[in-house]
């Protein structure tokens, strides 16, 4: 051992064969400081003996040290993230589900055969499934990734649905589509999955509950518009639905079909690919929109903290390498009738027979839609534009039958949207808790609000979750003022136009020698050298380059010795790095900027739609007998509502009390709906009610209400013709209205309102005392 090397457990810093200095000598503390010492390499030896150092040098040679193992670390890291991915590959690329799970459904076995198939769910044996439950259905988007990414953490929407005992299901695809698959094809192949699932279950209390991530979103829209009876409520996530929408200055993703002059591109990687789109493409194009995330900060967070961010890392890249890829004729029909042609809030998306058109107003279930404002990928306005296109004002939505609810959340990103663990335990699991509520909800727009519990909040029993949930009644005021106007949406209908002439010019001119030079072959090694392949394979242990990093990095695993976290080099570094971050931002937000200049001065001129032969012309009204047919549907319910108003059971009766009491009330939470559960329970069996009965019935009563509300409480004691049933409803309705706290002053004056006419003397003191007891 060095003489000057320091032996464990030894208080000295002095060997013990080394001599002691004369006794009586005065210890110098110049001399001690200058005589301090630290190893000359990472690995001490006799051949490398330890050197003095001063303070400066010394925290210099601990950040060296430390920068040049993390160094070795990293790219550790990065030779396990080549490795994983390439065995992903070759696996199959099965989806990153962190589950069990079993193939109920193969879709490559249909008649008409796609790359999609359907999972159940295994849950684990803490937490057993009750097969009463409404089943859950999660649906990931083929957006160029993989499937998983709803289940790839315990933290995620199906860990939600497993914990709360729901059946769940996830609907998977594979790597390669099948020969000549379509869009339609998809759409009817996932409608037999939930048929499925429906047949699986069928004491449920509901149809089943579909979540649609992202691209998948749209997706289930569209099945839901042309099934309507497929499906119970959907959840939409992150998902774009009117696809020109946005806000100047924040949201450029959408210009670049403008700036790319239409959909052609993708047609040409499509026919390079020999007929098959790489979604590694699609993927370069999210991480484009945040280059300091994707060209230092994402890698440099791994570097920087090495010793711990490895297996997130990892489990993160397992999901976002894995690129999928779709026929030409998928990737056509997405950009062309979705993200360029806007033509799905329209109305002009046709089955390839032309005989079914989807309407998205036919979809009869209640709609979730969940958007933040973080989100660059999908900002709220593509999220929730589609609703005033499809109604002027919420009458129209109610006339319609229609629920929709939607919540924002005030930052997360789109990918958080799916994988945040907080986003997981409160918003979708709050959503899912109040989902019966949601489904039972009378016909409108609502804001979902998730609000923590106050400490002196009343009957906290009867909040599920950790949270209160409470649905605020909006208008399509409130949804057009999250846009800062529509008008920035014109210049897209150019876009349109020159995309169909660039399309049809390709088609003609270029496609053909494209596909007869195009084979396999070339398609796949177009694939590999795509960058973000390469950055993976380079640096796994097929590159022999990579050999000795495996060699070494175990060995600087146990000689590991971390820098002080107050290193002054260390602070140095972070301080580089943030300055990096903030030039590749500057450089985002300066490109973003050209880049709508560009869009505007291109599209938002006139000489160009003047060249295309383009006038201004008003939004095309709907069909003459699309419109007479709707206004027949809205009478023929309306006189059906006439005619039930004097008709009825005590359970009409008392939604109809608490329709009118609470008429005009801006928001609903969840309490008095679990207490009316709560109540229900303790009916005998024969008397109780199914979910869907109970729906029906809060829907019949409101609409009554909406249409005549004096009339429809005039005509109460016809229902309830026996005062002990009538006062029995108004002890019941006293004690649902009052569970969230005291009736106001406006909402006791409609309720005395109803006492009188029903002959009763609640509302005076009296009700109170009978609804305690």
């Given at each position: 051992?060095n003489?000057?090397q320091?032996v464990p457990g030894?208080?000295s810093?002095?060997?013990?064969?080394?001599?002691?200095?004369?006794?009586?000598?005065?210890a110098?503390p110049?001399?001690?400081a200058?005589?301090a010492?630290?190893?000359?390499?990472?690995f001490?030896?006799?051949?490398?003996p330890?050197?003095?150092?001063n303070?400066?040098?010394q925290?210099a040679?601990e950040?060296?040290?430390?920068?040049?193992q993390?160094?070795i670390l990293f790219l550790d890291?990065?030779?396990?993230?080549?490795n994983?991915?390439?065995?992903?590959e070759?696996?199959?690329?099965?989806?990153?589900l962190?589950f069990?799970?079993?193939?109920?459904?193969d879709?490559?076995?249909?008649?008409r055969?796609?790359?999609y198939?359907?999972l159940?769910i295994?849950?684990?044996a803490a937490h057993p499934t009750d097969?009463t439950r409404r089943?859950?259905?999660?649906?990931?988007?083929?957006a160029?990734?993989?499937?998983g990414?709803?289940g790839?953490?315990?933290?995620?929407?199906?860990?939600n649905?497993?914990?709360t005992?729901?059946?769940c299901?996830?609907?998977?695809f594979?790597?390669?589509?099948?020969?000549g698959?379509?869009?339609?094809?998809?759409a009817?192949?996932?409608?037999?999955?939930l048929?499925?699932v429906?047949e699986r279950?069928?004491?449920a209390?509901?149809?089943?509950f579909?979540?649609?991530n992202?691209?998948a979103?749209w997706?289930?829209?569209?099945?839901a518009?042309?099934?309507?009876?497929?499906t119970?409520p959907?959840?939409?996530?992150g998902?774009p639905v009117?696809?020109?929408?946005?806000?100047?200055?924040?949201?450029?993703?959408?210009?670049?079909?403008?700036?790319?002059?239409?959909?052609?591109?993708?047609?040409l990687?499509?026919?390079?690919?020999?007929?098959?789109?790489?979604g590694?493409?699609?993927v370069?194009?999210f991480e484009?929109?945040?280059?300091?995330?994707?060209?230092?900060?994402?890698l440099?967070n791994?570097?920087a903290?090495?010793d711990t961010?490895?297996?997130?890392f990892?489990?993160?890249e397992?999901?976002w390498g894995?690129?999928?890829?779709m026929?030409r004729?998928?990737?056509d029909?997405?950009?062309?009738?979705?993200?360029?042609?806007?033509?799905?809030?329209?109305?002009?998306?046709?089955?390839?027979?032309?005989q079914?058109?989807?309407?998205?107003?036919?979809?009869?279930?209640?709609?979730?839609?969940?958007?933040?404002?973080?989100?660059?990928?999908?900002?709220?306005?593509?999220?929730?534009?589609?609703?005033?296109?499809?109604y002027?004002?919420?009458?129209e939505?109610?006339a319609?039958d229609?629920t929709?609810?939607?919540?924002?959340h005030?930052s997360?990103?789109?990918?958080?949207?799916?994988v945040?663990?907080?986003?997981?335990n409160?918003?979708?699991?709050?959503?899912?808790c109040a989902l019966?509520?949601?489904?039972?909800?009378?016909p409108?727009?609502y804001?979902?609000?998730?609000?923590?519990?106050a400490p002196?909040?009343?009957?906290?029993?009867l909040?599920?979750?950790?949270?209160l949930?409470?649905?605020e009644?909006?208008?399509?005021?409130d949804?057009?003022?999250l846009?800062?106007?529509?008008e920035?949406e014109?210049?897209?209908?150019?876009?349109?136009?020159?995309?169909?002439i660039n399309?049809?010019?390709?088609?003609?001119?270029?496609?053909p020698?494209?596909?007869?030079?195009?084979n396999e072959?070339?398609?796949?090694?177009?694939r590999a050298?795509?960058?973000?392949r390469?950055e993976r394979?380079?640096f796994?242990?097929?590159?022999?380059?990579?050999?000795w990093?495996?060699?070494?990095?175990?060995?600087?695993r146990?000689?590991?010795?971390?820098?002080?976290a107050?290193n002054?080099?260390?602070a140095?570094q972070?301080?580089?790095?943030?300055q990096?971050v903030?030039s590749?931002?500057?450089?985002?937000?300066?490109?973003d900027?050209?880049?709508e200049?560009m869009?505007?001065s291109?599209?938002?001129t006139p000489w160009?739609p003047?060249m295309?032969?383009m006038?201004a012309?008003?939004k095309?009204?709907?069909?003459?007998?699309?419109?007479a047919?709707?206004?027949?549907?809205a009478?023929?319910?309306r006189?059906e509502?006439?005619?039930e108003?004097d008709?009825?059971t005590?359970?009409?009766?008392?939604?109809?009390v608490?329709?009118y009491?609470?008429q005009?009330?801006?928001?609903?939470?969840?309490?008095?709906?679990?207490?009316?559960?709560?109540?229900?329970?303790?009916?005998p069996?024969?008397?109780?009610i199914?979910l869907?009965?109970?729906?029906?019935?809060v829907?019949?009563?409101?609409?009554?209400?909406?249409?005549d509300p004096?009339?429809a409480?005039r005509?109460?004691?016809?229902l309830?013709?026996e005062?002990?049933e009538?006062?029995?409803?108004m002890v019941l309705?006293?004690r649902?209205?009052?569970?969230?706290?005291?009736l106001?002053a406006?909402?006791?004056?409609?309720y005395?309102?109803v006492?009188?006419?029903?002959?009763?003397d609640?509302?005076?003191?009296?009700?109170?005392?009978?609804?305690k007891a």
């Amino acid at each position: 051992m060095n003489a000057r090397q320091p032996v464990p457990g030894q208080a000295s810093g002095q060997d013990a064969s080394a001599p002691a200095a004369p006794q009586g000598t005065p210890a110098d503390p110049a001399a001690s400081a200058a005589q301090a010492t630290f190893p000359a390499s990472p690995f001490p030896s006799a051949m490398f003996p330890p050197v003095p150092m001063n303070p400066v040098a010394q925290a210099a040679w601990e950040y060296g040290l430390d920068a040049w193992q993390r160094s070795i670390l990293f790219l550790d890291v990065l030779r396990q993230r080549g490795n994983e991915t390439g065995e992903h590959e070759r696996g199959g690329m099965p989806p990153v589900l962190v589950f069990d799970y079993e193939v109920l459904m193969d879709g490559r076995d249909l008649p008409r055969p796609v790359n999609y198939a359907l999972l159940r769910i295994v849950p684990p044996a803490a937490h057993p499934t009750d097969m009463t439950r409404r089943p859950f259905v999660v649906m990931d988007p083929r957006a160029g990734h993989g499937p998983g990414i709803g289940g790839f953490k315990a933290d995620s929407e199906i860990g939600n649905a497993i914990r709360t005992g729901h059946p769940c299901y996830f609907i998977t695809f594979f790597r390669d589509p099948c020969p000549g698959q379509t869009i339609e094809d998809v759409a009817r192949t996932e409608g037999k999955f939930l048929q499925a699932v429906a047949e699986r279950h069928p004491d449920a209390p509901g149809k089943p509950f579909v979540v649609g991530n992202c691209q998948a979103g749209w997706a289930l829209l569209i099945l839901a518009a042309a099934s309507p009876e497929a499906t119970g409520p959907i959840l939409l996530a992150g998902a774009p639905v009117a696809y020109w929408s946005g806000v100047r200055g924040k949201n450029p993703m959408r210009y670049s079909g403008g700036l790319l002059g239409g959909t052609w591109l993708s047609s040409l990687a499509a026919d390079l690919g020999n007929g098959r789109f790489d979604g590694a493409w699609l993927v370069q194009n999210f991480e484009k929109l945040n280059p300091s995330n994707t060209l230092w900060e994402k890698l440099y967070n791994v570097y920087a903290k090495v010793d711990t961010e490895g297996p997130r890392f990892l489990e993160f890249e397992r999901w976002w390498g894995g690129h999928f890829l779709m026929n030409r004729g998928e990737i056509d029909w997405i950009v062309q009738n979705l993200f360029v042609g806007n033509h799905l809030t329209a109305g002009e998306v046709r089955s390839s027979d032309g005989q079914t058109v989807i309407d998205l107003r036919n979809v009869r279930s209640p709609v979730i839609v969940f958007a933040s404002w973080g989100d660059n990928i999908t900002p709220p306005q593509q999220a929730l534009n589609w609703i005033p296109d499809l109604y002027a004002s919420v009458d129209e939505l109610v006339a319609n039958d229609q629920t929709i609810v939607y919540c924002l959340h005030p930052s997360i990103g789109h990918l958080g949207i799916f994988v945040s663990g907080s986003v997981a335990n409160k918003e979708h699991s709050e959503l899912f808790c109040a989902l019966d509520l949601i489904d039972v909800l009378p016909p409108g727009l609502y804001e979902a609000k998730i609000e923590d519990v106050a400490p002196d909040a009343p009957h906290t029993d009867l909040i599920e979750g950790r949270y209160l949930v409470r649905f605020e009644r909006r208008t399509i005021d409130d949804i057009l003022a999250l846009d800062d106007g529509r008008e920035d949406e014109k210049p897209f209908e150019v876009v349109r136009r020159v995309a169909e002439i660039n399309q049809h010019l390709y088609d003609t001119y270029a496609s053909p020698f494209v596909r007869a030079m195009a084979n396999e072959a070339t398609a796949e090694g177009i694939r590999a050298i795509h960058p973000s392949r390469l950055e993976r394979s380079l640096f796994a242990d097929s590159n022999p380059w990579m050999q000795w990093v495996a060699t070494m990095a175990p060995a600087v695993r146990d000689a590991r010795q971390p820098v002080s976290a107050d290193n002054p080099f260390l602070a140095m570094q972070q301080a580089v790095s943030d300055q990096i971050v903030r030039s590749l931002d500057q450089y985002r937000d300066a490109r973003d900027a050209w880049q709508e200049r560009m869009f505007e001065s291109l599209y938002a001129t006139p000489w160009l739609p003047a060249m295309l032969g383009m006038t201004a012309t008003p939004k095309a009204p709907e069909s003459p007998a699309i419109t007479a047919l709707r206004k027949e549907v809205a009478e023929l319910r309306r006189r059906e509502a006439e005619r039930e108003i004097d008709t009825g059971t005590p359970l009409d009766a008392f939604l109809r009390v608490l329709s009118y009491v609470t008429q005009g009330r801006s928001a609903i939470e969840e309490r008095p709906f679990n207490l009316l559960r709560k109540l229900a329970r303790e009916n005998p069996p024969e008397q109780r009610i199914t979910l869907a009965e109970f729906k029906d019935a809060v829907r019949r009563q409101s609409y009554i209400v909406s249409l005549d509300p004096e009339g429809a409480i005039r005509a109460l004691p016809a229902l309830v013709p026996e005062m002990k049933e009538r006062r029995r409803i108004m002890v019941l309705a006293h004690r649902v209205l009052t569970v969230g706290g005291p009736l106001d002053a406006e909402w006791l004056a409609r309720y005395r309102e109803v006492a009188e006419i029903f002959g009763t003397d609640h509302g005076n003191g009296k009700a109170t005392q009978e609804a305690k007891a």
